[in-house]
C-alpha cells in the first residue's frame, strides 16, 4: 500500500515524527510505520533499535502532547518494525505548544487566524457563537430589532406572543446569549447600529466600472445593522447602479434588468452569512454595463467546491450558523439550502443565467451575468445613440422615444437624441401619430404658448 492521507513510512525514527502524531491527532487519524521504505516495504529495525523504541515512542507521545497512541511491534519473516496507531481527537493536540495538521500527503503547522477556527471547532463554538463583553441588550438597536420582528411576523417564524416578550427574553430564545450572560457575536453584528467598533469591515461596499477594473466611475458603503444592510443594499444596486431598459410586449410596458432582483438578494445574503468577519473585509459588488461581481471573504463547506455542486441537493451548513438562524428566523433565508434552488427559480423564470461561483482560498467570488434580453437591447440602444437609425424602421425609433421620454424632454431635445434634424418630418411621422396613440402625452406649460412644451411617455 502507498502512502497516503492516513499512512506514512520511515525506515528510522526521529523526535521530529512526533510532528506528524500531532498533525494525525487533529485531522483525521493516522498510522505511522517505522522500518519501512518510501514503497511500504519491510527493511526492518535492529533488537537494541526497536526495545529502545517501544518503550520512548509511547512516552514521549503522551509527555509531549498528553495523548495515547497504540504503539505495536510487527514481524514481517525475520524483520521487525513498529505500528504507531493514532486516533482523531476531538480537542485540538499541540506539540511543544505548536498545532499541526496532516492535509493529504503533508503535514503543516497551524497558526493566525486558521489555528483560531481550529480551537473554537474543537471547543464546538463557532465565531459568531463568542461573547461580546461590555455590550448589553439595551445597547442594541431598536429599529432593527423591531424590523427583525416585523419579517418575523410577516413570515410566521414568529408568533405575535413570541415578538411581543422583552428583548433580553427574546435574545434569550434566539440563542444569542452564552452560558454567562453575555450577547454574542451574531447579535451586535445584527442588531447593533455600529458594528465596526467590533469587527472592522462589517459593512458592504458597492462600486460601479467603466470600461476596466480600475475605471471606477463611483461607489457608495452601506454601514450599519446587518439586518438593515439586506434591504439597503439590494435597493441602492437597483435604483442607482442598475438602470431598467425599456421594452414593449404589445401594448404593455415592460422593465428590463440585466439580472433578477430576488436572486441578487439571496446571493448577498449568502454572502453575509457565510463571511468570514474575522478577516476584516467588506462584502464588495462591483457593477459593470453587462454584469455584476460579488465578493465575500468567506468559505463553503469543502464538499461544495463548484457552481453544480452548489446548486445540486445539500444540507444546509453555514459558516456563521449563530447568524443564519437570525435572517432565517425574520424570515429572509431558508433552511436546507433552499436559497440555491430560489436563485435558480427566479434566474429561470428571467430567462437569465445561473450565476457562477468561484470558490478559493482567497474568498467566494459570484459572477452575474446578464441576461440575454437585456443584452439585446442594451445592443439596440447602443445602436441608436450611436446615430445608426435608420429613419424607416418606425418601430425601433418609436420605443427608443418612449424609452427616452420616461422623464419630459422638448420636441428639440428627442430630435438631438434620435438624430433627426428634419422637424416636419419628427412632427409628421413620429411626434403627432404617437401623441395621438397616446404613446406620448404633453405637459402642462407654466405660462401658455410660451413655446416650453414638453413630451412625456
Same mark, same amino acid.
Given at each position: 500500500? @502507498?502512502?497516503?492521507?492516513?499512512?506514512?513510512?520511515?525506515?528510522?525514527?526521529?523526535d521530529e515524527y512526533l510532528e506528524?502524531?500531532?498533525?494525525?491527532? %487533529?485531522?483525521?487519524?493516522?498510522?505511522?510505520?517505522?522500518?519501512?521504505?518510501?514503497?511500504?516495504?519491510?527493511?526492518?529495525? =535492529?533488537?537494541?533499535?526497536?526495545?529502545?523504541?517501544?518503550?520512548?515512542?509511547?512516552?514521549?507521545?503522551?509527555?509531549?502532547?498528553?495523548?495515547?497512541?497504540?504503539?505495536?511491534?510487527?514481524?514481517?519473516g525475520k524483520l521487525q518494525y513498529?505500528?504507531?496507531?493514532?486516533?482523531?481527537?476531538?480537542?485540538?493536540?499541540?506539540?511543544?505548544? +505548536?498545532?499541526?495538521?496532516?492535509?493529504?500527503?503533508?503535514? *503543516?503547522?497551524?497558526?493566525?487566524?486558521?489555528?483560531?477556527?481550529?480551537?473554537?471547532?474543537?471547543?464546538? /463554538?463557532?465565531?459568531?457563537? &463568542?461573547?461580546?463583553?461590555?455590550?448589553?441588550?439595551?445597547?442594541?438597536?431598536? !429599529?432593527?430589532? !423591531?424590523?427583525?420582528?416585523?419579517?418575523?411576523?410577516?413570515?410566521?417564524?414568529?408568533?405575535?406572543?413570541?415578538?411581543?416578550?422583552?428583548?433580553?427574553?427574546?435574545?434569550?430564545?434566539?440563542?444569542?446569549?452564552?452560558?454567562?450572560?453575555?450577547?454574542? *457575536?451574531?447579535?451586535?453584528?445584527?442588531?447593533?447600529?455600529?458594528?465596526?467598533?467590533?469587527?472592522?469591515?462589517?459593512?458592504?461596499?458597492?462600486?460601479?466600472?467603466?470600461?476596466?477594473?480600475?475605471?471606477?466611475?463611483?461607489?457608495?458603503?452601506? #454601514?450599519?445593522?446587518?439586518?438593515?444592510?439586506?434591504?439597503?443594499?439590494?435597493?441602492?444596486?437597483?435604483?442607482?447602479?442598475?438602470?431598467?431598459?425599456?421594452?414593449?410586449? $404589445?401594448?404593455?410596458?415592460?422593465?428590463?434588468?440585466?439580472?433578477?432582483?430576488?436572486?441578487? *438578494? !439571496?446571493?448577498?445574503?449568502?454572502?453575509?452569512?457565510?463571511?468570514?468577519?474575522?478577516?476584516? %473585509?467588506?462584502?464588495?459588488? @462591483?457593477?459593470?454595463?453587462? +454584469?455584476?461581481?460579488?465578493?465575500?471573504? $468567506?468559505?463553503?463547506?469543502?464538499?461544495?467546491?463548484?457552481?453544480? +455542486?452548489?446548486?445540486?441537493?445539500?444540507?444546509?451548513?453555514?459558516?456563521?450558523?449563530?447568524?443564519?438562524?437570525?435572517?432565517?428566523? =425574520? $424570515?429572509?433565508?431558508?433552511?436546507?439550502? *433552499?436559497?440555491?434552488?430560489?436563485?435558480?427559480?427566479?434566474?429561470?423564470?428571467?430567462?437569465? #443565467?445561473?450565476?457562477?461561483?468561484?470558490?478559493?482560498?482567497?474568498?467566494? &467570488?459570484?459572477?452575474?451575468?446578464?441576461?440575454?434580453?437585456?443584452?439585446?437591447?442594451?445592443?439596440?440602444?447602443?445602436?441608436?445613440?450611436?446615430?445608426?437609425?435608420?429613419?424607416?424602421?418606425?418601430?425601433?425609433?418609436?420605443? &427608443?422615444?418612449?424609452?427616452?421620454?420616461?422623464?419630459? #424632454?422638448?420636441?428639440?431635445?428627442? &430630435?438631438?437624441?434620435? +438624430?433627426?434634424?428634419?422637424?416636419?418630418?419628427? /412632427?409628421?411621422?413620429?411626434?403627432?401619430?404617437m401623441i395621438k396613440t397616446g404613446?406620448?402625452?404633453?405637459?402642462?406649460?407654466?405660462?401658455?404658448?410660451? $413655446?416650453?412644451?414638453?413630451?412625456?411617455?
Open positions: 500500500m @502507498s502512502e497516503h492521507q492516513t499512512i506514512e513510512y520511515k525506515e528510522l525514527w526521529h506528524w502524531i500531532c498533525g494525525y491527532a %487533529n485531522a483525521y487519524g493516522g498510522t505511522l510505520y517505522i522500518g519501512k521504505n518510501d514503497d511500504g516495504e519491510v527493511v526492518g529495525l =535492529s533488537d537494541k533499535d526497536r526495545k529502545k523504541l517501544l518503550e520512548a515512542i509511547p512516552n514521549k507521545i503522551t509527555d509531549t502532547m498528553g495523548i495515547v497512541a497504540d504503539v505495536n511491534l510487527l514481524y514481517k513498529i505500528e504507531i496507531i493514532v486516533e482523531k481527537y476531538p480537542s485540538l493536540i499541540s506539540y511543544h505548544g +505548536k498545532y499541526f495538521y496532516r492535509s493529504g500527503s503533508t503535514m *503543516r503547522a497551524i497558526t493566525g487566524k486558521e489555528l483560531d477556527k481550529a480551537i473554537l471547532k474543537s471547543q464546538g /463554538r463557532t465565531w459568531d457563537g &463568542m461573547p461580546v463583553p461590555k455590550l448589553h441588550v439595551t445597547d442594541l438597536k431598536r !429599529e432593527a430589532i !423591531e424590523l427583525f420582528k416585523e419579517k418575523a411576523l410577516r413570515r410566521h417564524r414568529l408568533t405575535g406572543e413570541e415578538a411581543r416578550i422583552d428583548d433580553t427574553i427574546l435574545m434569550e430564545n434566539l440563542h444569542l446569549v452564552d452560558e454567562e450572560g453575555y450577547l454574542i *457575536r451574531a447579535a451586535m453584528l445584527a442588531f447593533y447600529k455600529d458594528p465596526e467598533k467590533w469587527v472592522a469591515g462589517s459593512y458592504i461596499k458597492i462600486g460601479y466600472f467603466g470600461d476596466s477594473d480600475s475605471d471606477l466611475k463611483y461607489q457608495d458603503e452601506v #454601514h450599519g445593522a446587518l439586518i438593515e444592510q439586506i434591504d439597503k443594499a439590494v435597493d441602492l444596486v437597483y435604483t442607482k447602479y442598475l438602470k431598467a431598459l425599456i421594452y414593449y410586449d $404589445g401594448i404593455q410596458r415592460v422593465e428590463q434588468f440585466m439580472f433578477p432582483q430576488e436572486a441578487f *438578494r !439571496e446571493i448577498l445574503l449568502n454572502a453575509v452569512v457565510h463571511k468570514d468577519y474575522s478577516a476584516c %473585509n467588506p462584502i464588495q459588488i @462591483s457593477v459593470y454595463e453587462d +454584469k455584476i461581481y460579488i465578493w465575500n471573504d $468567506g468559505e463553503m463547506p469543502s464538499e461544495l467546491d463548484s457552481t453544480e +455542486k452548489l446548486f445540486e441537493k445539500h444540507s444546509s451548513r453555514p459558516y456563521n450558523p449563530k447568524l443564519a438562524n437570525i435572517f432565517f428566523k =425574520s $424570515g429572509m433565508i431558508e433552511a436546507w439550502g *433552499r436559497g440555491f434552488d430560489k436563485i435558480k427559480e427566479a434566474c429561470s423564470k428571467y430567462d437569465g #443565467h445561473l450565476p457562477e461561483y468561484n470558490i478559493g482560498a482567497s474568498g467566494i &467570488m459570484v459572477l452575474c451575468k446578464a441576461c440575454d434580453k437585456y443584452l439585446e437591447l442594451l445592443s439596440d440602444k447602443d445602436d441608436l445613440r450611436l446615430g445608426q437609425i435608420d429613419q424607416d424602421n418606425d418601430q425601433d425609433v418609436t420605443k &427608443m422615444i418612449i424609452a427616452f421620454c420616461i422623464q419630459p #424632454h422638448s420636441a428639440k431635445e428627442i &430630435m438631438d437624441y434620435i +438624430k433627426i434634424n428634419d422637424r416636419s418630418f419628427f /412632427r409628421r411621422h413620429y411626434l403627432n401619430p404613446q406620448l402625452k404633453r405637459t402642462i406649460p407654466d405660462k401658455p404658448k410660451s $413655446g416650453n412644451q414638453k413630451y412625456y411617455s
